[in-house]
Structure formats: structure tokens, C-alpha cells
């Protein structure tokens, strides 16, 4: 079992607190020539093979069979989160809980979630199941369970409640993507993705 610091933007962050968010998509990158040389290596080889198209079948097997994804069931993932220190280490003080900062901090810059040490960590999230598959392969429950939220009309209409739930999602996950990377890695692109399913759980022993 491992542990691993995963970052999420505040809106996920209070998702989780609230018992809404139990998934969260991460891009699967590979390398097309990683692709073919492990097909290869597995005693296949393909004519007429386009390293930079490789086929479809081909990357998912890959993914699935030949490289390890960003964490595997049992693993205890620690959330990164936008974050401050006022006194440099206690308390600590996290955005997600709105701004709980002595009022002469009231406004000040919050610190990036990429810089959140160990030590503030408070949400620990045990991984239930992991696997591959493309981006906009998502269901409603996908949806919902990423911390997606409907309202009552939108729920009891099962046409447009998977339309709105789906239009949400894609805003959130474009967000989440550099303006630079959305042809490849927005909601249009449909790229491959780690799919991670977890629960809350303590603190490991020993952290």
C-alpha cells in the first residue's frame, strides 16, 4: 500500500467534505512508441503501424496490461489543497473553509495546493477501485459521483438530467486544463483517463 499526495482545486475539495465527490478522472498518458514496443514485446508486431495514430484497441490494451496507473486499489491518497500557514506550520488554514484567517490575513494570496506539505494534510482517501477508459464514456452516476449536482426537476427527468450533468462535468474538466492542452486533453478530445473511485478514511498509522 502506498500513499499518494493527489491535488484538488477547492470546489473538489469541498465536493469531498460533503460526501458528494467519491471519483476523480486523471489523464492516462502514454508514448505511441511505448505502445508498439510493448505490443511487440508480446510477441505481435504491426504493418503499416502509425507511431503517432496508434489504434484504439492497441492503447487501451496497453494501458490496462502494460503500464501501472497513478495509484491501485488499497492505496491511501492524501489531499493537496489550496492552503496557508500564517505562523509556518500551526495552524493551518485551508481555502475550501472559506477564509478562517485572523482578520489581518483576511485577503491575503492563499498558498497553491502544489505546496502543501505532509503535515497540513487532512483528508485521507482510501482507493477503492481504478481503471481506464475514455473521458466522455461517463454515465450520470459517473457524473454524480464526481461531484456533479442537479436539481430536483433536473434529477426526475431522466432525458435532461444526464444532459445537464454531463454539460456540468465538461466545464469542470475543461477548467482543469491548460488552454494550451485543451485540443488534446479537453472534454472534445475524449482522451483516455484514469477513472479513481475512493472513500474517506484516517490517517494512516505512522504519518
Keep these: 500500500m502506498k500513499n499518494i499526495p493527489i491535488l484538488f482545486n477547492t470546489e473538489m475539495v469541498q465536493a469531498i467534505l460533503a460526501g458528494h465527490k467519491t471519483q476523480t478522472r486523471r489523464i492516462a498518458k502514454y508514448s505511441a512508441q511505448r505502445v508498439y514496443d510493448f505490443a511487440c514485446a508480446d510477441g505481435k508486431w504491426y504493418e503499416n503501424y502509425d507511431p503517432k495514430n496508434p489504434p484504439r484497441h492497441l492503447i487501451e490494451w496497453y494501458l490496462r496490461m502494460g503500464t501501472v496507473g497513478p495509484c491501485m ?19 493551518w488554514y485551508y481555502k475550501a473553509d472559506g477564509d478562517l484567517r485572523p482578520e489581518c490575513w483576511k485577503g491575503e494570496k492563499w498558498r497553491p495546493s502544489i505546496h502543501m506539505p505532509r503535515e497540513a494534510a487532512r483528508i485521507f482517501l482510501r482507493v477503492t477501485d481504478v481503471h481506464v477508459e475514455h473521458l466522455c464514456d461517463m454515465r450520470l452516476n459517473d457524473c454524480l459521483n464526481e461531484g456533479v449536482r442537479l436539481t430536483t426537476a433536473e434529477e426526475k427527468d431522466l432525458v435532461l438530467g444526464p444532459v445537464r450533468a454531463r454539460e456540468r462535468f465538461s466545464q469542470v474538466w475543461n477548467s482543469t486544463i491548460k488552454p494550451a492542452d485543451i485540443g488534446k486533453f479537453g472534454w472534445e478530445a475524449n482522451p483516455w483517463v484514469w477513472v479513481i473511485t475512493f472513500e474517506r478514511c484516517d490517517k494512516p498509522e505512522g504519518w
Design 73 to 91: 486499489i488499497g492505496d491511501v491518497i492524501w489531499v493537496r489543497e489550496t492552503f496557508d500557514d500564517i505562523e509556518l506550520g500551526k495552524p
